[in-house]
Every structure is written in structure tokens, then in C-alpha cells.
């Protein structure tokens, strides 16, 4: 199997950088006396997963807090949708079925004040991965329709506040001269499109040669767009409507991700390497408007997942024995599911909870809710046994 141009980058990058990551990303198994924190909440076993016995019983109000996720069994052929309720006990039934390759990696996002659900999903069999995923329309009872191929693998598209959806497209260039030197990539063409949701019909709005393009966000009408190449890595502000591209930040390592757009302030959060230390990754925020980075971390974990948090303040992970925490924030959160990882992966639209995913090694990840305001934590249900993709929050009036 031939390895996606974004693996080979990946690995090339650490290569011509020698950087160690923490060692098989192990979760240490005990934690300091004496610190005076607060220790991790009891845990408790549902089914097959690990979460806080207190997930079971929330006292905010989740009634009109409803999640739209994707199950996908292992090395299974097809992954099936559900609208869970916050807190509630089990998923339900599969509203529909989408089916793809065995094993498919699947993205996905919901359409605002619908429950449709727009999701990328492995389909063409090909040693090579890099654009072997199509994006589909799903919707409750009714079959998925195919909106269009050639996407990124592993890619999550982008579904703007008023309901235009994006993807991440492209066409592998040709291979390098095989010389045993990982650094030479294969440099591809690669678009961001429209996608007209009715019909499948797209529209490029962007143009990059390199290694990645990457749907960062949008912001203020425009889409925040994370670009790598040969000898730069850079992130731009593009116009969708007429394909005029500014760069933000020009020159940044090219090891950024978990993204995020504090709206408020047009600021963009997200996770990056050292300038100068490669055993050192950083939490930065970039201003949209004026360009200027400030630093609000450092750590030597590269797991640490930054993501806005709604009103203000910064969830993250800045130690994997821990899990996540939130700081600048009203809301108290310390590791509410214990040692792992914790990423955020969507906020409802009245910004009351935040569903993330918590994962650790050789374990499936687990949904879990927390409430914004209060910190308190609530169980998000989905299959056991079964990957899960959390697509968003479904509005109350769209639920009906």
C-alpha cells in the first residue's frame, strides 16, 4: 500500500527535523502526590468504554441538545447515522447507511438548521489514498447521495454558518525520481471547491501546488486556508466568491493543526512546532485582521488539541496523563474523562454544550458533552464497538 502524499510528507518532515515524539505516545499511569489538583473523576465501565460514572446523570438541561454522529465498526464497509440525545442512555437506531471501502476513514460536518449531514468517506480502492474520498449528502431516512469525488483522504469538509459547503480537492503530480531521500515529495495540484449541496456541482475557489490545502475555517465571509509546499508553509484568507487570497501569517513551520476561529475577536487558534526547538509544540493565536501571532503555550506534548472555547477561554490538553482542561473560561473542566486526549469537535448553535471526543491508546474513542456554562459533563451515546465521527449539533426545529 502506497502511502497518502500527506503521510509521506509527515514523514519526511520528521526526518529533516530528527524530532522525537514522546515515546509511542504512552499515557503515564500515575500522577504526582502532593500537586494539590484536583484528581480525575471516578471512572466507571459502560459497555466497552471508559467514562465517568457522573455522565450518566446531568442536571443541566440537554433537552434541546441533540448530536448527529457516524458509527463505523471496524474494517466495516458501511457506517451508519444517528441523532443522539445529550446525556440520554443509548444511540438508536441507524437513520441511514452509508456505504465505502472497508475500513474508510469518515469526516463529517451538519448543515445549520438542518439535519443533514455532509461526510467524506473512502471509495475509490487505490494503492494510493491521497484523493480517494468522495463527500456525500446524508439525511435521515433516505439513502446518502454521492456529491462529488477526488476529495482528501481523511479530509473534514467545511460547512460555513449559512450553509455553503467546501471540500478539499486534488490530482497527484507526478512521482519523484526514486533517490532514497524521503524529503523529495510528490508535489500534487490541489483545489478547494464549492460544492453545491442539490446537486453536486462544484466550483474551484482556490488553486495550490504543494503538499496540502487545508480548510482551516471562515471567517468574516472569507475561508482561512492552511497551505504547504516545498519551501513554505503559510495560511491565507480566500474569498469564495472571487478566488482574491491574502496572506495572514506568511511564513510559519509547517506542522500546524487543530484549528479554531474565535469569531469575536477574528483570531485563529491552533496547534504548531517550534521555530527553533523540535522537541517543543505551541499553542499560538493568530489575529486575522492584522497578522500578529501571540504564544499562549508551550509544551512538550504534541497532543494538545486547541479549540475556542464558547464566551471566551481555551480547552486543551496540555498533558496526556491528564486530559483536558479549560482556562480564561466561568466553566471549571479538569480531565472529565481521565487520562487521554480530549478534541473538541463542534459546539451547539446556541453555544450551551460542546461535544468533543476522548481517545486514548488502543481504545475507541468516546463521545462525551459538556455544558459551557457550568463545566458539567455529559455522555453523548453511540454504538459500541464502533469508531465514532461526531458531525455536530442538530438544530431543536430541525430535529422535528
Not at 106 to 128: E, Q
Not at 205 to 211: A, F
Request: aromatic share 4%; with cysteine.
Amino acid at each position: 500500500m502506497r502511502l497518502s502524499s500527506s503521510a509521506r510528507f509527515l514523514l519526511a518532515r520528521s526526518r529533516l527535523h530528527r524530532i522525537a515524539l514522546p515515546g509511542a505516545l504512552a499515557i503515564a499511569a500515575a500522577v504526582l502526590a502532593g500537586t494539590g489538583e484536583r484528581p480525575a473523576p471516578a471512572i466507571a465501565r459502560v459497555g466497552q468504554l471508559l467514562v465517568p460514572a457522573a455522565l450518566a446523570a446531568p442536571t443541566a438541561n440537554t433537552d434541546a441538545a441533540r448530536v448527529a454522529i457516524l458509527a463505523t465498526a471496524p474494517g466495516a464497509g458501511r457506517t451508519t447515522l444517528h441523532i443522539v440525545p445529550v446525556g440520554g442512555a443509548k444511540a438508536g437506531p441507524a437513520l441511514a447507511t452509508l456505504r465505502h471501502l472497508g475500513d474508510a476513514v469518515v469526516r463529517a460536518r451538519v448543515v445549520p438548521r438542518t439535519p443533514i449531514v455532509i461526510a467524506t468517506a473512502d471509495t475509490s480502492p487505490s494503492r494510493d489514498r491521497s484523493f480517494n474520498a468522495s463527500l456525500f449528502r446524508i439525511e435521515p431516512h433516505a439513502e446518502p447521495v454521492t456529491l462529488c469525488d477526488g476529495v482528501v483522504h481523511a479530509s473534514r469538509p467545511l460547512v460555513t454558518s449559512d450553509g455553503r459547503v467546501f471540500v478539499s480537492r486534488g490530482v497527484a503530480g507526478p512521482e519523484p525520481t526514486p533517490d532514497g531521500d524521503l524529503a523529495r515529495l510528490r508535489v500534487d495540484a490541489l483545489t478547494i471547491d464549492e460544492v453545491d449541496l442539490a446537486t453536486g456541482a462544484t466550483r474551484t475557489v482556490h488553486r495550490h501546488t504543494g503538499y496540502l490545502a487545508f480548510l482551516a475555517g471562515a471567517w468574516d465571509g472569507k475561508l482561512v486556508v492552511y497551505r504547504v509546499a516545498p519551501a513554505s508553509a503559510d495560511i491565507v484568507l480566500v474569498n469564495p466568491d472571487t478566488g482574491a487570497t491574502r496572506a495572514i501569517a506568511p511564513s510559519i513551520p509547517p506542522f500546524a493543526r487543530d484549528f479554531s476561529i474565535d469569531d469575536a475577536s477574528g483570531a485563529l487558534v491552533y496547534q504548531g512546532r517550534h521555530e527553533v526547538d523540535p522537541y517543543t509544540w505551541v499553542i499560538d493565536r493568530l489575529d486575522l485582521r492584522t497578522g500578529k501571532r501571540a504564544r499562549i503555550e508551550t509544551s512538550a506534548s504534541n497532543g494538545l488539541a486547541p479549540h475556542v472555547w464558547p464566551g471566551g477561554g481555551l480547552a486543551y490538553t496540555p498533558d496526556r496523563s491528564k486530559g483536558l482542561v479549560l482556562v480564561g473560561a466561568r466553566a471549571a473542566v479538569r480531565g472529565p474523562l481521565g487520562s487521554g486526549v480530549d478534541t473538541v469537535q463542534a459546539v451547539s448553535p446556541d453555544a450551551a454544550w460542546v461535544a468533543a471526543l476522548h481517545t486514548r491508546p488502543s481504545a475507541f474513542p468516546v463521545p462525551f458533552a459538556i455544558h459551557a456554562e457550568s463545566g458539567e459533563v455529559a455522555a453523548i451515546p453511540a454504538p459500541l464497538g464502533a469508531r465514532v465521527a461526531v458531525a455536530g449539533f442538530i438544530a431543536k426545529e430541525a430535529s422535528r
